[in-house]
């Protein structure tokens, strides 16, 4: 008999054991768009130290936390850079690839 494959155990610990791997987890949700990248933040968090560790660590209520990742939060830059840094994460910025780009970096 085949073995049940368990898809959320096997991503929370995939998530829970290569930091980089939830980097890139993230990286690819927020490509998809802004509702993905909050529920994937929130199983990010589940899988490192829970949610209520990680609102009590980034200094924010639990409840609100649950709120802010759900898949209708709408996060403050303030509230989500600590929760990010609790996970040991941060945000960076990057140039869209496009065709053509206007400006390089060098010529700021």
Do not use: C, H, W
């Not at 991503?11 to 509702?35: C, F, P, T, V």
């Not at 929130?42 to 200094?59: S, T």
């Amino acid at each position: 008999m085949q073995k049940k494959l368990d898809y959320k155990a096997d991503l929370l610990d995939d998530l829970r054991n290569d930091i980089g791997y939830a980097a890139k987890y993230l990286s690819a949700a927020i490509a998809d768009s802004k509702d993905a990248f909050l529920v994937a933040l929130r199983d990010v968090a589940e899988a490192n130290k829970g949610i209520g560790k990680v609102a009590g660590e980034a200094g924010v209520n639990r409840e609100n936390l649950y709120r802010m990742l759900s898949e209708d939060g709408n996060p403050r830059l303030a509230s989500l850079i600590p929760v990010l840094s609790t996970l040991g994460l941060k945000i960076t910025v990057q140039p869209k690839k496009t065709a053509k780009s206007r400006r390089t970096a060098n010529s700021l």
